[in-house]
């Protein structure tokens, strides 16, 4: 991290990227990094910081998300269910699956 910080490296471009669970950390690091009140973040005042997702579950709110949608970008590939499962659609899977347990002929 002091690296990021050191002015021979000021004008240095940084992106992280991973597929999957790694996309989640990328994005969960670069969402901590990016945050204005971090006096720990290891890009300084003037870091430049770009985050690319591939196949990333959902990690953090719409809100959050869109706050940070300059920085972030996610990549979902065709009908990979990774990206599109949340706690919503794990609720309502759940519900699904207990309403055919409780009534097979639905």
Known sequence: AALLADRRYAGYRL?????????AVAVLVAALWLEPSNSK???????YLRCIGYGMPAVMSSDLGASLSDNIVAVVCGTDM???FSLGSAIRLRDAMLGLWRDPEL
């Open 82 to 84: 990774v990206p599109r």
């Open 41 to 47: 973040s290891p890009l300084g005042p003037n870091g």
């Open 15 to 23: 992106i992280l990227t991973g597929h999957s669970l790694g996309a």
